[in-house]
């Protein structure tokens, strides 16, 4: 049968990504806790086409997440990346995979349990030409946050929201998810809880009564915490306050390169 993807083309171009996007896919992903947590994950997955090519197998790519039958970890992302390059003939290859991950906590007075969700995300590149493969791990955790300016001059009470934490890491060995979860909360004015009894409420409230955070504060506060895993030698935050009492949104952001 006739290649057509395969059939030389003309116009000298090469196209940097070109692939399939926002697969929905079950996965099986590294659970500190349990081992295994099944999930169902967006997958995107692209190569480098070099100019001489026509076209890519998009069939190939699904063929290859067959082949790792929905195992997803930040262990076998490179075995997936350089599976691509060699199916497809690629020089270059990217993969992407979105999911809703899933920890167990404890309300933190009543010791009820419940399940909270985050977002995570594992994007990695594999160049074959360098044979170098680069891996990005992140997770996106809501927390409360509480304004210290709002505190400060008001007789009684503070406007506190929700806030969304977006991490994304590079590092040296394994990083669980729940590691980087805890980071998160540990920088926040408190974290979130799915089920919470009175005395929780009462103690999450008092809790970040008593720990206001800025925007500003989250990102620094956490920012030392990476700063100080040995592990994580780059990293990005993103900070963004729901505001209760602004008609807009806070944010802080920041880049860090730990070798540089």
Aim: hydrophobic share 35%; net charge negative; proline share 3%.
């Amino acid at each position: 049968m006739r290649d057509v993807q395969k059939e030389r083309d003309s116009r000298n171009i090469r196209i940097d990504r070109v692939g399939v996007r926002d697969v929905n896919y079950p996965i099986i992903a590294l659970d500190h806790e349990n081992k295994l947590q099944n999930t169902i994950a967006k997958v995107s997955m692209s190569v480098m086409l070099p100019h001489e090519y026509r076209g890519t197998h998009m069939s190939r790519f699904i063929e290859t997440l067959e082949e790792y039958h929905g195992r997803v970890s930040p262990c076998n992302i490179e075995a997936i990346t350089r599976r691509l390059c060699e199916k497809l003939d690629a020089p270059e290859s990217a993969v992407n995979f979105k999911f809703p991950y899933y920890i167990r906590k404890q309300a933190p007075v009543s010791k009820i349990g419940s399940y909270s969700q985050c977002d995570v995300e594992l994007e990695g590149i594999f160049t074959r030409e360098k044979n170098v493969f680069d891996l990005v791990i992140g997770v996106g955790v809501h927390v409360q946050t509480l304004c210290p300016c709002s505190k400060e001059i008001s007789q009684y009470g503070a406007h506190n929201q929700r806030a969304l934490v977006n991490l994304k890491v590079r590092c040296d060995g394994l990083v669980w998810f729940e590691e980087l979860i805890d980071m998160i909360e540990n920088a926040a004015s408190s974290p979130l809880f799915t089920l919470m009894k009175r005395e929780d409420e009462k103690f999450v409230t008092e809790h970040a009564y008593n720990n206001p955070k800025f925007v500003e504060d989250v990102l620094r506060d956490l920012a030392l915490e990476l700063d100080s895993e040995k592990r994580i030698f780059w990293y990005e935050i993103n900070v963004r306050s729901f505001e209760s009492i602004h008609n807009h949104d806070a944010f802080a952001e920041i880049i860090r390169d730990k070798r540089a």
